[in-house]
């Protein structure tokens, strides 16, 4: 049975840092490309970040550049979402997500296979 288990979530304010991490089971992790998608209050889920099977490839939406870094441990099963200069529009249900296209970069949501069951981020100002 596949699961996917998110922790690091909490209540920061703006401008603060946050890691998130996502660890995997019941799945070969180093095969799937992994995404985080948070779903903020009365939104829809909106992809954020994905990363192919060995890392070699990040992709990032444009608002969260510069800010947000995914990365992963194929030895640790585990991906992480490191979240800087938090502002209040971050805040959040993060989830992520493991896509079976390991080689491939997947931003959206039918694209994936396996979902965790989310981490709150919640950003004062």
């Known amino acids: 049975q596949v699961q996917l288990g998110e922790s690091g979530g909490g209540l920061v304010q703006a401008g603060d840092s946050l890691r998130l991490s996502c660890a995997a089971s019941?799945?070969?992790?180093?095969?799937?490309?992994m995404g985080w998608f948070p779903q903020a209050p009365g939104k829809e889920r909106e992809f954020v970040a994905s990363?192919?099977?060995?890392?070699?490839?990040?992709y990032y939406l444009d608002s969260v550049k510069g800010r947000f870094t995914i990365s992963r441990d194929n030895a640790k099963n585990t991906v992480y979402l490191q979240m800087n200069s938090l502002k209040p529009e971050d805040t959040a249900v993060y989830y992520c997500?493991?896509?079976?296209?390991?080689?491939?970069?997947?931003?959206?949501?039918?694209?994936?296979?396996?979902w965790g069951q989310g981490t709150q981020v919640t950003v004062s100002s």
């Open positions: 019941g799945l070969i992790f180093r095969t799937y490309t």
């Open positions: 997500a493991a896509g079976r296209r390991g080689a491939f970069i997947l931003s959206k949501e039918y694209e994936y296979d396996y």
């Open positions: 990363i192919t099977w060995n890392g070699g490839r990040t």
